[in-house]
């Protein structure tokens, strides 16, 4: 089984909410990753997680926060958004996050953020 | 300068009208070679991963094959449920992110 979840499928929000996305799975995979996918695009890495530490940011700003509270659950919280945040978020895991360059990743269906 | 190039970007095909799907990357340090298939609105879906040149691997009408400068995807007498963008995904040595390219949009039309 190689399915990552994530919930929920749609969010509308406006630019003074706070809100959180869900991502769960349940491969024993001990490294996860959140991307951010704009219409016609290939998907852009925001962050990554390694045995429940963050390795990675590249450089995303502060309005979103990331969250590891163990190793099946990845949260991204998401506070005064702007308009042009409104994208596919795309959750990921890998195996074991020691050998990430050699690691597939496997995809979740992603939640489409809308921004008002 | 682009490390992950697909072509073409788009790709029409009559039903049963085999054809080929192009990914070039840098040469120096690839670690894995990674073929998705994405569907409007969808999360991509993990189709191959290649480590070394002269691999392929197949799954049902697709093949996947990699050289030491780029990599294809064959897709023999496509169906209309083929239609998808395919994306090509590299990892370079090092702790460096996945690097994708821009896809490759198919329309399989009946």
């Avoid at chain 1, 990554?48 to 450089?59: A, D, F, G, Q, W």
């Avoid at chain 1, 990845?74 to 195996?95: I, R, T, V």
């Avoid at chain 2, 070394?52 to 023999?76: C, D, M, Q, W």
């Amino acid at each position: 089984d190689t399915e990552v979840t994530q919930t929920p499928k749609h969010l509308v929000m406006g630019m003074t909410n706070k809100k959180s996305l869900k991502c769960e799975q349940h491969m024993g995979h001990r490294a996860m990753y959140w991307y951010k996918q704009k219409a016609k695009k290939p998907p852009e890495l925001m962050f990554v997680y390694s045995y429940e530490k963050l390795s990675i940011n590249e450089s995303v700003p502060s309005r979103f926060s990331p969250e590891c509270p163990n190793s099946s659950l990845l949260n991204l919280h998401l506070h005064a958004l702007q308009p042009e945040d409104s994208a596919l978020y795309l959750c990921a895991s890998s195996q074991s996050g020691r050998r990430l360059s050699e690691e597939t990743q496997y995809f979740g269906p992603g939640t489409r953020l809308l921004v008002l | 300068e682009d490390q992950v190039t697909q072509s073409p970007e788009a790709l029409r095909l009559q039903e049963g009208e085999s054809s080929s799907l192009n990914c070039s990357y840098t040469v120096s340090g690839l670690r894995g070679l990674f073929w998705y298939r994405q569907d409007p609105g969808k999360g991509p879906e993990f189709l191959f991963t290649l480590y070394s040149a002269g691999e392929e691997k197949e799954k049902e009408r697709l093949k996947a094959t990699l050289t030491k400068k780029e990599s294809f995807l064959h897709i023999t007498a496509p169906k209309p449920e083929d239609s998808a963008t395919y994306l090509c995904a590299v990892r370079y040595s090092g702790n460096t992110p996945l690097v994708f390219g821009k896809g490759t949009r198919l329309s399989v039309i009946a």
